[in-house]
Structures are given as C-alpha cells and as structure tokens.
C-alpha cells in the first residue's frame, strides 16, 4: 500500500430513534471496508471510513459534515441513513461540489436537483409514487374493493413524499379521502388516534411512521379493534427484526413495503454470503438481527462507490460524478443505473404483508394477499 489511507467520512444515526437502522448500515458500511481492504484497498491505498453519530438530531448533520471536509480532510463523503441525516448536509455538499451516493433518503434531491448527488433506494424516477404504488395497487384489485382511505402520519420531512404518493394513488384508483391526521413525533400514546379512526371507519389506513411509531401504531390497533380492510403503507419498522420479533403475531396481515427480500429472483451475486456474514455480528453490533431492509442497500452503496474509484482511478468528485452517472453497476441488490436526479432509473420496491410474503409485484410474489386485514391477522 502507498500513501495515507482513503477517508470516507459521513454520519449515522447510532443513538436517538433510528439507531438501529444507523447501526445496520454501519455494520454493512464495516464488512463492505473490511472486504475491500482484504483485496488490497483501492487506488493502492487502504479504505477507512470515517462514521459521526448525528444522535437521530437533524440539527446536527450540517457541523459533522463541515468537521469533516475541514477538519479530518476526509477524501470522500457518503450520505447517512435517511432524509433527516442527508438533507441538512446538501447546502454544503453542493456549495463545496462533492460527490455524494447517499443511503435511503427518499426524496432529498427532488427539489435542489443537484447533478452530483446519487441515491441507494429502490423508488426509481418517481420515489414518491413509487414507494406506495404497490400498496394501491393491491388494495385496488381486492375484492369487495375498498373506498374510503384514511391517512395517519409522523409530523416529519420523510412523510412529505409518501404522504403526497398516497393522495395521488388514492385519487388515481378512486379512493375517498376520509382522514388525514399528522402526529407529533414525540407521540407515545396512539389509542386517541386510533379510536378517533375507529369512529370513521375507514376501509383503508395508510400510515407513515417510524420505528417507535409503528409498535405504538399496531399496538393500538390491535387495543382498540379497529379493523380496516387493508391496513401499513409506508412504515419505518415493520421490515426490522427487533420491531417483527417485539410485536409477534400482532404485525400479522399488515402490509409494507420492502426494497429486499431472500426469494429466488432477487438472491443477486454475493448478497448471500454478505447476509450470512452480517447476521453472525448483528447483535453483537446492536443492528437488525434480520438486516433485509438497510444492510443490502448499505453495503450496495459502497460497492457504487468503490466500482466509480475502480473505473476511473481518480478521487476527484466531478470525474466520479460523471462516471456514475454514465454506468451500470452490478452489486448486491442486482444491477443499477442512475437516471435523473439521482435515483435508481426503475423502480423495485416490493410489497410484503406480514408475517413474511411477498404480495407485489407479480413476478416476485411468494404468495397471494390475505383480505381483509381481520381474516390475515387471525390466519
């Protein structure tokens, strides 16, 4: 190895409510910097990453990434786990004209339209739509079919873009809407809401929350008995293990999306031997114990990034740019390919309704929907 190691620098939420999504994607981040060192480091020089806890505090994001770039003289920045630990960043990303393959954040390039920014999540040109069109859809080919939609989401940035995904698919498939509730984040009895929807009693719920929020969400649910015919969306939580193994059989019959999941079609090169690896130190690192929801798209993201140093042997952040807007990549969430704004160019966001099957899309399906939601949570 010659000269001083590559410094990738970026935050993560370690500590605060998201924390374990944050330590899923460390860990992924950990075995992708491990595996690439173990096969010389790039560029001839070793990798190491350079990972700040923002404690799940928006607040903090902008200062970690300005003491990285100017103080640790990082050579790359990555972006963090979500919208809240990558758009406070992006003023100084895009006045310094950094590279940036973030992890997760939905819809932070939507509005800035900034050319070097690049997205791992599966939402495709149209993230908005896409993270909540299979749900709709779904619930649209049921029978009898639904008509009245009730919305329930966290008072937070993440749910302007499924919010606003659910409304258009609601108007676009015929479905009334009959409630829509934002609720504080500092939320922690859900019961009122619950019972003010049990009042409406809507055929749909669709909600958006986080981890904490989706335990008190179905919790409540299942307290009060309210029982639409189809009820999940766009929650932060479900596709956790902590949250699946917390809730058991009270999850059952509710319906999330997913970006990944062990089904034949999608068992891409390499994701099984980074699953089985991951799974042998989750716990010992705090993570998902199950890991399908971050750890394929973490570790697929540094493999964009190492495959753009390969092809162009440069650090320089507009060469990168432009090689990763030009290219396909093979990783182990399959094969991607950046289109405008820097999200994937199509879509691939799957449905699941849990305990665990695969309802949407058609071709990957492992099993057809339970409907209405009383018959699923009682199978």
Not at 245 to 255: F, R, S, T
Not at 281 to 304: F, H, L
Not at 313 to 336: H, K, M, N, P
Request: hydrophobic content about 45%; glycine content about 10%; charged content about 15%.
């Amino acid at each position: 190895m010659n000269g001083p190691p590559i410094k990738i620098g970026y935050c993560l939420s370690l500590t605060g409510p998201l924390a374990s999504n944050g330590k899923t994607a460390r860990l992924a981040h950990q075995i992708w910097e491990e595996n690439v060192n173990q096969r010389g480091g790039l560029v001839g020089r070793t990798v190491q990453m350079i990972c700040v806890d923002d404690e799940t505090n928006p607040k903090l994001v902008a200062g970690i990434y300005q003491h990285l770039l100017d103080e640790e003289k990082v050579d790359l920045v990555i972006g963090g786990y979500g919208d809240n630990s990558v758009a406070p960043a992006m003023p100084l990303i895009i006045e310094r004209n950094r590279y940036l393959v973030a992890l997760m954040a939905l819809a932070v390039n939507a509005t800035l339209g900034y050319k070097n920014y690049f997205v791992m999540i599966p939402t495709g040109p149209r993230p908005s739509e896409a993270l909540t069109e299979g749900f709709f859809n779904v619930a649209a080919s049921q029978s009898p079919k639904a008509e009245s939609l009730a919305i329930l989401a966290a008072d937070a940035p993440f749910s302007i873009a499924p919010v606003a995904g659910a409304k258009a698919h609601a108007s676009r498939l015929g479905f009334r809407v009959v409630s829509e509730v934002r609720y504080p984040l500092a939320t922690t009895d859900f019961a009122p809401l619950i019972r003010d929807l049990k009042a409406i009693n809507p055929d749909i719920l669709f909600l958006c929350s986080y981890l904490n929020d989706s335990v008190g969400l179905v919790r409540a649910i299942n307290a009060v008995g309210l029982e639409p015919k189809m009820v999940g969306g766009a929650m932060i939580g479900p596709q956790n293990g902590s949250v699946k193994a917390e809730l058991g059989p009270l999850l059952n019959g509710v319906v999330n999306y997913e970006y990944w999941q062990p089904v034949p079609k999608m068992m891409y090169p390499g994701v099984a031997a980074f699953m089985t690896v991951y799974a042998s130190r989750a716990a010992a690192a705090g993570a998902d114990p199950i890991g399908s929801y971050v750890a394929p798209q973490a570790y697929a993201q540094m493999q964009i990034v190492e495959q753009a140093i390969l092809g162009t042997g440069s650090l320089d952040d507009a060469t990168l740019s432009q090689f990763t807007r030009d290219r396909s990549f093979e990783t182990v969430v399959g094969g991607v390919k950046f289109g405008p704004g820097g999200g994937w160019s199509e879509a691939r966001v799957l449905e699941v309704q849990y305990p665990q099957t695969v309802v949407w899309p058609a071709n990957l399906a492992s099993g057809a929907l339970l409907y209405p939601y009383a018959r699923a949570k009682h199978a």
